[in-house]
Structure formats: structure tokens, C-alpha cells
């Protein structure tokens, strides 16, 4: 809303009562404790957040130590506590639409929710709806599902939403990084080497 007001052409003054969410001191909810997910927790911890997160496993306990995290074993529970739900999980099967109704439900009207991870970890016509509903407070997507949405998509209309284009690793920096790792693994397949990057299917 905020950036909106700044850019409307019909904007003559910024009012004095507009006012945002602080981010230091709340609640930040992680949904998906893997090595992004612990980064996450190890900035939120340079905002004295509390951080809750909730994984298929449980986190080493110095590992929780480090950035203060607390698990919930249930995620209902993390739902209802988080100021920010962060969702950094991998789209399979059981993750799909792993947020809807149900779930947003559940969250505080104060909150908000963000995603980066895919696009159809969230229903999102529940989404809309609650937004429609004002069941949350506010959203930010890097990912939807399709990418992009089509032009008519209720989510672009929204003025409590923000959109970026899956641009959570597109830095120069990230992409010569992974170009380095995948060439590391070509050498090491090549030279009979384990291969430093291997996934193992399941």
C-alpha cells in the first residue's frame, strides 16, 4: 500500500497515520527448517524475532541454540502464533495446496504471509478469498502458480499484496554460483569423483 500511495499520480501528501508492522520482536513462523529455512532464521535472529519453524525433522538442539528457534510439531500451532508464516518448502505431493482455507484460517488477521518456494504450495483461490474476507492481513509471493498469473488474475488487484517474479536467487552472483557447483559436479562425475551436489531420489 505503502509504494502504491507513493507512486499514485494523484498523491499531494503521505498521511501522518499511515503506519506498518514492525518486523523486530514478532513472531516469524518458518514452515519447511531446511538450509534456506535456517538462514531465514539465522537474519530473523539479527531482528530478535521469535522464530518458530516447523519440519518433517526436528533441527539438532545447538542448531536451535544458534538462531533461538523453538519447533512446533504441529504446524497448526504455528499458525496461530506467527506475525509472518514464511513458507520454504520443496512442492511435492504432500505439499501441495499445503496452505488453504483451513490453514489460513487459522493465522492471525494481523499476519502475513510469505512465499518462496513454488507457487502451488498455497491454494490460491483460498487466498483471494481471504483477502476478500480479510482472514490475514497481507501477503508476499516470489512464486505463483502459473507464472506468470494471467493478466485477470484477482491476486494483481489486490492493493495488500506483493508480487515479484521468482527472483529470489536471480542476482549475478547466485547464478555464477551455481553455474561453478554445476560445473564442479561435471568434473567430478568425469573424473570417477563423488559428486559434491548428488540428490538421491526416493
Known sequence: TG???????????????????????GTLGIIGMGSIGYKVAQRAKAFNMRILYHN????????????????????????QQSD????????????????????LGLMKPTATLINISRGAVIDQDALVEAFQNKVIRAAALDVT?????????????????IIT??????????????????IANMLAVLNHQPIPSEVFSK
Open 165 to 182: 517474479l521468482h527472483i529470489g536467487t536471480t542476482t549475478v552472483e547466485a547464478i555464477h554460483m551455481m553455474a561453478e557447483e554445476a
Open 84 to 103: 509472518f508464516v514464511m513458507l520454504v518448502v520443496n512442492l511435492t505431493p504432500e505439499t501441495k495446496k499445503l496452505i488453504g482455507k483451513k490453514e
Open 145 to 161: 502458480y502459473p507464472e506468470p498469473l494471467p493478466r485477470d488474475h484477482p491476486l494483481l488487484i489486490l492493493n495488500n499484496i
Open 3 to 25: 509504494c502504491q500511495i507513493a507512486m499514485s499520480p494523484d498523491t499531494k501528501y503521505f498521511a501522518v497515520d499511515w503506519l506498518g508492522v514492525e518486523v523486530t520482536r
Open 56 to 79: 518433517r525433522n526436528q533441527r539438532r538442539k545447538e542448531e536451535e541454540e544458534a538462531v533461538g528457534a523453538h519447533y512446533c510439531a504441529k504446524m497448526d500451532d504455528l499458525l
